[in-house]
């Protein structure tokens, strides 16, 4: 997997913001009442002895019991929206790393995703199928010549099938770095064929040589 790279300030992921979300969540309702203990008819009687200023300043007061909350709200959006933004562009860029992973890295990830599924390695496949897998005495093929598509659709999913239909493959899977289309996923739909993407090997990523650490991803299922 290659370097990380930081998102910037021009992808809109580095807005800035002096606080969590949550925070400024918090201030609103407490800027709120907090006004609300000067401008509530107990504070009246105190206005008398400010005079002429009195009514100016509880009209300052009033508005800002609403604005300053308000304010907060804003600021709590866009906190959480940068947020987002920061996860999208790190997600992308890692997906972008992980198109560019040289064929034995994206075996080793894919055998390790098997493995985390509780499949067995049953031996390495002839020409459509790279892999071939069992599990609870059930086979199934895996699919992996379109592995550095960027996207892909029901025709491949449709080859896998007929191949496992000439292996007699109790289920099969398809696996890319790219996505596939919703065409290809409709097609798989009810046919035992599980479908990992880019951002599924992506999760499993962290298992390949010299990183550290792993988590373990979900496909669509292949019984």
Do not use: N
């Not at 599924?200 to 988590?215: E, T, V, W």
Request: charged share 20%; proline share 6%; glycine share 10%.
């Amino acid at each position: 997997m290659g370097k990380r790279r930081e998102p910037t300030t021009e992808e809109g992921s580095e807005a800035p913001t002096w606080f969590p979300w949550w925070v400024y969540l918090l201030l609103a309702p407490a800027a709120y009442f907090g006004l609300d203990s000067f401008t509530s008819p107990s504070a009246l009687p105190a206005l008398p002895a400010l005079g002429d200023a009195a009514s100016p300043l509880l009209t300052g007061l009033t508005a800002l019991q609403y604005a300053i909350p308000a304010l907060c709200l804003l600021a709590a959006g866009v906190a959480i929206r940068t947020r987002l933004l920061r996860r999208s562009a790190v997600a992308a860029d890692e997906l972008a790393s992980l198109v560019g992973i040289e064929r034995p890295q994206f075996e080793t990830l894919a055998r390790e995703w098997f493995r985390r599924q509780g499949l067995t390695e049953r031996g390495l496949g002839q020409r459509e199928v790279c892999l071939v897998l069992t599990a609870d005495g059930r086979l199934r093929v895996v699919q992996c010549k379109a592995w550095q598509a960027g996207i892909v659709d029901a025709d491949v999913v449709r080859e896998l099938f007929d191949v496992m239909a000439a292996q007699r493959a109790d289920g099969g899977y398809v696996v890319t770095t790219g996505r596939f289309t919703g065409e290809a996923r409709h097609y798989a739909s009810g046919k035992h064929i599980g479908l990992i993407d880019g951002a599924q090997l992506l999760k499993m990523a962290p298992a390949a040589p010299g990183s550290a650490g792993a988590s373990a991803a979900t496909a669509t299922p292949a019984a």
